[in-house]
């Protein structure tokens, strides 16, 4: 005979996803429940697998440099960098230095414009509408700076390796510094909208604790690990791409939580104009491509090459046999790696917050499963 | 105190109000009205492919030399072409290009060497088959004709 | 040049042309011009390797040291330090570089497919140190079947890159609290980033149960 003194209390397993606003793609959680509290959870992913990987070693590597902007697609033009950075690190070349300022303009408008369309859908997710069309009209504004540069808005192939293909257009230093000059007031308004929010805070403070050890331990890199007190960012320990020139501080909080990640990027987001005010102040001249063959064939070797993507540290390990295809090309994502921790940042917590984590996590589908 | 009194008087939620009440000034209305309005894209936009043709005398500035197919990376562009005896050159014969698999990287018109295939910023491409997605020389020569809308 | 040129992406829709499927550039295709590192195939010209230098730190020393016969070789390529070690060395090796040498962040483990040598795999760990702001890899080679030693114990990170390795190579890993395929379905048969599965081949019978269209490729 049970003991009927206490309601029975069974394990519920519910699905979150495939198809779930908020998994912010095709993300499928089975979370294991005891009422509100979550008891567990277990991660189905690969919905979005594209076997990009494979397709690499089936490609020259020009060809291949257009695939991976499709995996961050909000971030293309980071997976790009650190794609070309790969292949000219096994060719022992290094861009022109008017080609490093242009693509660390670049790089940094998009980080921009990745960490809007975080701010706007982690906002959403919570239950602020309003923020979601602030940060898309801003976004957008980065967006036609891409286009204009380079014909294409996402999937913007902007680097080649070795250099750039394509010049910057007319009025390209006036139309950066006129969204920089834009961007700063616009962090403002939406710091005015939500960081003194009540509802926010009430939210987002205490939820998804991860400290910096259990960060190193699940090898979570970005925002993540700098909100919990770990002052790191591979734009500063191992500078690329001419990041050593600028001036610009890495945002650390304490806490670790959820309101303290979004603390950072909102922080992120304004060192991130700060580097394109001054890279933009003075672009070298000079030729934009190096001296890179028109069949792109590196010796015999690998390489691993990472940089500082809007959501951690994205690391491309290529292994050449000396013909003109990769012979393997490793992504190292970092939204695969920060996904790992969901489990341990939900579990004990309340069902609501798993959305707030997810959110917080700022995972894109499209590298998790690449 | 200031902070409990600004508690008490809801004062973080109105100062987010003010920030969206402020947004809502008529200046800063961002929406196009597209298709009535058609957008501007930008001049190096990669959109539909295109092939040209030389003004003068109307014939293909393709020299079917098949760089652009050997560049693409889905291979989708086949190039054929015959032996022409008199001017000893290869004449173009025909020109596919399947625009439901292109990405449009741009790598194509990156190869070729007389700037005969060209992304034009044209970029209403959807078509009601799937075989209408495939651009044969004609297609590439004259464009797609979306569509006009008067409203 | 043109066999090289694969004509199909690998999942895309059927081919629109209805053009049947080229055979395929075998699985050592890639690998038969020049061949990989380091099996000396008998050729006439000797194979292009890796020109890789020895390393030579303290870390290194050390290494040989504490791990003799179980390090095979400290080298550096391109400024990038790597360790050789044995399919049996690699876990020691990542433990002490975590517990003594600072090496606190797993960052990547992936593998290499060289189907024509006899360890067929190359396992690589990456790690990073936040102290010393230094980069090192171990590199393994293990044959098909084998079933390292996992690395869970040592960093939490592996448990999911040890099941992407196993999804998509087959090298499984003993200990591994829950080796389960994470990217592709759990009933597909064959590992996709082995070089003899080919960019287009498909698992024919799961996709006809579980779709119900015939595969077009």
């Known amino acids: ?198 509802i926010w805070m009430g939210r987002l403070k205490g939820v998804g604790v991860l400290s910096a050890d259990e960060c190193k331990e699940y090898g979570v890199t970005g925002p993540m690990l700098r909100a919990a007190g770990v002052k790191w960012d591979l734009r500063k320990a191992q500078p690329y791409s001419g ?68 959501k951690g540290e994205l690391g491309y390990y290529v292994v050449s046999d000396g013909s003109t295809q990769p012979y393997r090309v490793r992504v190292r994502p970092p939204s695969f790696v920060n996904l790992q921790a969901l489990d341990r940042m939900v579990r004990g917590g309340l069902i609501a917050d798993v959305v707030a984590v997810i959110g917080t996590l700022d995972i894109v589908l499209g590298e998790v499963d690449r | 105190m200031v902070k409990l009194l600004k508690k008490i008087f809801l004062w973080d939620l109105i100062a987010g109000l003010k920030v969206t009440f402020r947004n809502q000034n008529p200046k800063y209305i961002c929406t196009e009205q597209y298709p009535a309005e058609r957008p501007k894209v930008a001049e190096r936009y990669r959109g539909a492919p295109r092939l040209n043709i030389n003004p003068d005398n109307g014939e293909t500035l393709c020299i079917s030399c098949n760089l652009c197919a050997l560049a693409c990376p889905e291979d989708l562009i086949v190039v054929t072409s015959e032996r022409n005896e008199q001017t000893k050159r290869k004449d173009l014969t025909t020109f596919t290009y399947d625009l439901s698999r292109c990405m449009f990287c741009g790598l194509c018109e990156d190869a070729c060497p007389v700037d005969a295939l060209e992304l034009t910023q044209d970029f209403e491409l959807a078509t009601y088959t799937r075989e209408g997605q495939i651009w044969d020389r004609q297609m590439l020569e004259e464009g797609p004709r979306p569509t006009r809308y008067k409203c | 040049m043109p066999d090289e040129q694969k004509p199909e992406g690998s999942e895309g829709p059927p081919p629109a042309q209805g053009e049947a499927p080229k055979p395929q550039a075998k699985p050592a295709a890639p690998a038969a011009k020049p061949a990989p590192p380091k099996p000396a195939a008998p050729a006439p010209k000797p194979p292009a390797v890796m020109m890789a230098m ?72 990456v790690v990073y140190s936040f102290p010393r702001n230094e980069r090192v890899r171990i590199k393994t080679a293990i044959a098909d079947g084998f079933h390292p030693q996992t690395a869970v114990d040592v960093h939490l990170t592996a448990n999911w890159l040890e099941r992407e390795v196993f999804d998509m190579f087959g090298i499984e890993f003993a200990g591994h609290p829950d080796m389960r395929r994470i990217l592709m379905p759990e009933e597909w048969e064959g590992y996709p980033l082995r070089k003899d599965y080919s960019i287009i081949q498909q698992d024919q019978r799961w996709v006809r149960e579980n779709l119900g269209i015939e595969s077009g490729q």
């Open chain 1, 1 to 198: 005979m049970p003991d009927a003194t206490f309601l029975d209390s069974t394990e519920l397993v519910l699905n979150m996803g495939p198809q779930h606003p908020s998994t912010h793609g095709v993300l499928r959680v089975i979370l294991k429940l005891d009422g509100e509290k979550v008891l567990g959870t277990d991660c189905v992913i690969g919905y979005l697998h594209r076997g990009v990987e494979k397709i690499a070693e089936n490609r020259t590597y020009t060809q291949f440099n257009p695939y991976v902007d499709r995996m961050d697609y909000v971030a293309a033009i980071s997976n790009g960098l650190g794609y070309c950075l790969a292949v000219e690190k096994l060719l022992n070349v290094e861009a022109p230095p008017r080609a490093q300022a242009v693509r660390v303009i670049l790089t940094e408008l998009n980080r921009i414009a990745s960490h809007l369309i975080w701010l706007g859908t982690h906002a959403l997710d919570i239950g602020a509408v309003t923020p979601l069309f602030y940060c898309f009209r801003e976004r957008e504004e980065a967006l036609k700076i891409f286009e204009n540069y380079c014909g294409a808005r996402l999937t913007t192939h902007a680097f080649r390796i070795g250099g750039l293909q394509y010049e910057t257009y007319e009025g390209f230093e006036r139309e950066v510094k006129a969204f920089c000059k834009m961007f700063g007031p616009k962090v403002d308004e939406y710091e005015e909208l939500l960081t003194n929010n009540r």
């Open chain 1, 243 to 310: 990041y050593e020139k600028y001036d610009f501080e890495i945002p650390t909080r304490e806490n670790g939580d959820t309101y303290d990640r979004y603390v950072v990027r909102m922080q992120e987001m304004r060192q991130a104009a700060r580097i394109v005010e001054q890279a933009v102040e003075n672009i070298p001249e000079g030729p934009i491509l190096g001296k890179v063959g028109k069949v792109i064939k590196p010796p015999v070797g690998e390489a691993y090459v990472s940089i500082e993507a809007p």
């Open chain 3, 54 to 125: 020895p390393w030579d730190s303290d870390l290194a020393r050390d290494l040989k040291e504490r791990f003799p016969g179980r390090v095979l070789a400290t080298s550096t390529y391109l400024g990038q330090n790597f360790i050789v070690a044995t399919p049996e060395g690699a876990i020691p090796v990542l433990e002490f570089l975590k517990l003594e040498a600072d090496f606190d962040y797993l960052v990547d483990i992936t593998a290499v497919d060289w189907p024509k040598r006899a360890e067929r795999f190359d396992l690589v760990y």
